[in-house]
């Protein structure tokens, strides 16, 4: 059986990014009769972030107008993020750092989802800081990626050519190239997309 394509375009710093990915694999158990190739692409949310990073209260402050909405959101976050067995530690989070780098060790990755649960966990739940190229340099050994940072390439042109699909939202599941879902839905409805694609 040919393997299905769906691409991902995401952001590791996206917390409904993670929960996506959460939801992304319970939908892939609701439909073990199909074979699915899943690959991630690269989508800043932040592509002017200095390289080094910023402060996460600055950064969410500047977003959100105020430190209240910006806590009140991650509320929401958080309460979402439990029932996909996700424990979120905004308050231990420091830095928002630039994820150039993490997409690229996502890029050079052979198997891709183990780093990017890697990458998640890391900056949502253990609240590193993953610009920093020690914190980097770890997940590339644990998860076996060779040729870690020598042999990584700029992904800046495969970003513009996601932003190029339209996609202007992550997560963003692409399937097939023929059906686009954007935004951490029920593991139901992906399936459901998923067949759908199929179909066509």
Known sequence: ????QIEVASDVVC???????????????LVQDLKFEVRWLPFQLNPDMPKEGMPRAEYRKAKFGSLERSR???ARVI????SEGIEFAFERIERTPNTAA???LIFLAQDQDP?????????FEEAKDIGDAAVLADIAARCGVEGWPG?????SGLEEEVRGLG??????FVIERKLGVSGAYPAESLAAAMREATAR
């Open 15 to 29: 917390p409904w990014c993670y929960i996506g990915k959460r939801r992304l694999e319970k939908a892939l158990q």
């Open 72 to 74: 009140a959101l991650d």
């Open 151 to 155: 042999k990584a390439r700029d992904v």
């Open 167 to 172: 996609i202007s939202a992550v997560p963003t």
């Open 102 to 104: 993490a997409h690229r």
């Open 79 to 82: 309460a979402e993020g439990r």
């Open 1 to 4: 059986m040919k393997s299905l």
């Open 115 to 123: 780093v990017v649960d890697a990458l998640f966990r890391a900056y």
